[in-house]
């Protein structure tokens, strides 16, 4: 006991909880002091997501936004893969169905849609999202480096054991910039 009522202050004995204190203090400390090591392995985020049934990903650094049961306002038009404008904090965008951008069958309404960064502002619809991915940089741009499997497809990683082929928003932009054949006339009865 310390003399004058005061409170007796224990040495840092090598060892002692006071001394494990003080070196987890100090290392805590030291932690937000010291720069931190930047990654040593760049990497690229993917959106996973099902268009027509089939796995495909999405490179995340080209989207703006990701949006469920988003409302969408149908407009006229001739073109079967346009659903309509939707707006999106002051922003009005098209929205296309991208299973039938990519050349799918029709199908029910898709629940999901992207906007993505294009020449302007683009609403991609899609059927499914199935979460996010990340990988080494390499592996996926060595992905892409692969032979063309489809117009606005191209390259596949594996993500969970399962590959799934990396969409080009570039190209499919690209195929929503072509004009769509007409629809045959209807026949009268």
Do not use: C
Not at 17 to 25: H, K, N, P, Q, S
């Amino acid at each position: 006991m310390a003399v004058g009522g005061g409170s007796a202050v224990s040495a840092a004995v090598p060892g002692s909880r006071v001394d494990t204190a003080a070196l987890l203090r100090r290392s805590f400390d030291r932690s937000f002091a010291e720069a931190q090591a930047a990654p040593s392995v760049a990497h690229a985020d993917l959106l996973t997501i099902q268009v027509g049934g089939d796995l495909h990903l999405l490179r995340l650094s080209e989207i703006s936004s990701l949006h469920a049961d988003h409302a969408v306002v149908p407009v006229p038009s001739d073109d079967p893969r346009f659903l309509g404008i939707g707006g999106f904090r002051n922003v009005l965008a098209p929205i296309f169905d991208l299973r039938l951008v990519l050349g799918y069958r029709p199908g029910p309404r898709p629940r999901w849609l992207v906007l993505a960064h294009g020449p302007a502002p683009v609403g991609l619809a899609f059927d499914r999202f199935d979460g996010h991915a990340r990988v080494a940089a390499d592996v996926l741009d060595a992905a892409l480096a692969e032979q063309e499997t489809a117009e606005a497809v191209r390259g596949a990683v594996s993500i969970g054991g399962l590959a799934r082929p990396v969409i080009q928003l570039s190209a499919v932009f690209a195929l929503i910039a072509r004009p769509t054949p007409p629809a045959p006339p209807a026949k009268e009865r």
